[in-house]
Structures are given as structure tokens and as C-alpha cells.
């Protein structure tokens, strides 16, 4: 079997150098090795085969690369994603945190919950997220997923983790009241300086908490961050969308990828998009 070029001009290398100098060279030939596996590229994930044509066409409207990008997110780092749902953020995130980070789903747990509907939803939702990553082991299988309560919420040990990541979850906590206690569940787990990132549909000004609309008032999600004790660091329009009226029949979901609405008014929705986002960076002191 032949040598690959490379690795015979490092050996000739090597064998040059004093005992000392070939060990540090060794440690730093290992170390580059290591660095270039944990920082696969961004894109590159983005393009990966595991993804498949429908979720790729919604990047047009979530805009991926650079929310991640405006929330500071780094492929060495530890990263909570609430509520995944069907794992549209998961199959960028866990690939991309698998060699140098670590990629945590938190999932509200079944147990938790009342027997009915509600149970029934969220244990569909954990075996179908298990599934996706057991059947794709080259992307998933150093993901972890914690269980946690929504009545008093723990996504891991205090000061666990670097990013808190939530997509379109807080009009659901403020309709269920447990909005106030995710947002302290989110502080506790993150480390001093670590982020809060925030995706929500945004209202067009406050709304009640019994709204179903599914929009929430930009300043009241930061208020609510803001009452668990993180300080607002910067805000985005990656996310927006001007040619939502935000007055749909029935709310948010009038909208793709939900598309509640009658056939005959398939081409207006479409041309609105996805709803209208904020994007929010949040840091704990």
C-alpha cells in the first residue's frame, strides 16, 4: 500500500527533529487533526445527505447559517435545543456538535403528564425524535436527550451548558402558563456568560397569554428573559418577514409549513412565507 504523500514529508519531518521537538510536533499534528474534525463547516452540514429536500427548502425562510451564526454558536460548545419537535434544528445541530460539542434535545416528558392527548402528543414526539437518531448513527449517536417536567423544568445540571436554543416555543409556554419557569430553567443550566438564543413569531404589538394567534409581543419575550435575570445583548431581523399581515384565520398556521387554510388560497399563502420572526440574543451574567 502506498504512503500518502503528506504523511511521508511528515514522517521525513519528524525524524529531523530532536526527541523533544518530534513530541510537540506529534501533540500539535494530533491537535490540528482533532480541530479539523470538530470544525466541520457550517455549510457543509447544511448540504448534508441526512437532510432531506423539504426541510433544506424551508432555509429559505429560517435562515439557518445565519441565525446560528448571530447567536455565536461554536461547534466545541454544549447546546440545549427546547422542545426539537420533529428534529428540524437537531439535524444541523447534532452533526455539526458531534467530534468537538455536545448536542442535548430537552423534551417535555410523557411521565409528567395526565393521561390523554397531551401524554399521548409528547410521547409521539420523544419515539419519533429517538427514532431519527437511532437510524442515523454517523450524525446522532452522541446526541442526548433529557426529559424534564413542564410544571418545574430541569434541562441539566446548573451551569451545564454554553447556548440554550428555542424555535417557536414560547406562544405555547405562555398559553400553558409556563412560560416564566422555562425561561428560569434556561438561566439555571447555562454558565455565567453563556447565550439564551430566541426564534418566535412575532405579534405586532402585546398580546394576551390566552392569544391564539401563536404571535407574541417582542418586548414581552424579553421582558420574560429579562425577569429570569439575563440582559438582552443584541436582536436580529434575519428572521423577518414584511409580508406577513399577521392577521390570518387562523393564526400562524394559516402560514407555511402549517398551510391551515382552504385550497383556494394556496398561492397567497405561499407567496407570504413563513411567519414574521424575532430573533433574539440574550447573555447570563
Not at 392527548?117 to 437511532?134: C, M, N, V, W
Request: charged share 20%; proline share 7%; aromatic share 8%.
Amino acid at each position: 500500500m502506498k504512503t500518502p504523500v503528506s504523511l511521508l514529508a511528515t514522517c521525513l519531518l519528524l525524524a529531523t527533529l530532536p526527541a523533544a521537538a518530534q513530541e510537540h510536533a506529534h501533540h500539535d499534528h494530533a491537535a490540528m487533526q482533532a480541530g479539523h474534525q470538530a470544525s466541520m463547516p457550517l455549510q457543509d452540514v447544511l448540504a448534508g445527505e441526512w437532510r432531506s429536500d423539504a426541510n433544506r427548502a424551508r432555509d429559505e425562510y429560517r435562515h439557518p447559517l445565519q441565525t446560528l451564526e448571530f447567536f455565536g454558536v461554536q461547534p466545541q460548545q454544549t447546546v440545549v435545543e427546547i422542545t426539537p419537535g420533529a428534529g428540524w434544528y437537531a439535524e444541523i445541530l447534532a452533526p455539526w456538535l458531534r467530534e468537538g460539542g455536545n448536542y442535548v434535545a430537552a423534551v417535555v416528558d410523557p411521565a409528567a403528564l395526565p393521561a390523554g392527548g397531551g401524554r399521548d402528543y409528547q410521547q409521539r414526539s420523544r419515539d419519533g425524535l429517538e427514532k431519527k437518531f437511532a437510524e442515523a448513527p454517523a450524525q446522532f449517536d452522541r446526541a442526548s436527550i433529557v426529559a424534564y417536567d413542564p410544571v418545574a423544568p430541569v434541562l441539566g445540571a446548573p451551569g451545564s451548558a454554553d447556548v440554550v436554543l428555542t424555535f417557536r416555543n414560547v406562544h405555547n409556554w405562555r398559553a400553558s402558563g409556563q412560560a416564566e419557569g422555562m425561561f428560569r430553567a434556561f438561566f439555571d443550566v447555562l454558565k455565567p456568560g453563556g447565550t439564551l438564543g430566541v426564534v418566535e413569531h412575532r405579534a405586532k404589538a402585546d398580546v394576551p397569554a390566552d392569544d391564539k394567534s401563536g404571535y407574541v409581543g417582542q418586548a414581552q419575550v424579553i421582558a420574560m428573559a429579562e425577569a429570569a435575570g439575563f440582559t438582552l445583548q443584541d436582536s436580529s431581523e434575519i428572521n423577518a418577514n414584511p409580508r406577513d399581515t399577521k392577521d390570518h384565520p387562523n393564526g400562524v398556521w394559516t402560514l407555511p409549513p402549517s398551510n391551515n387554510h382552504d385550497a383556494a388560497d394556496d398561492a397567497k399563502y405561499k407567496a407570504i412565507g413563513e411567519s414574521d420572526r424575532m430573533t433574539l440574543r440574550f447573555v447570563k451574567p
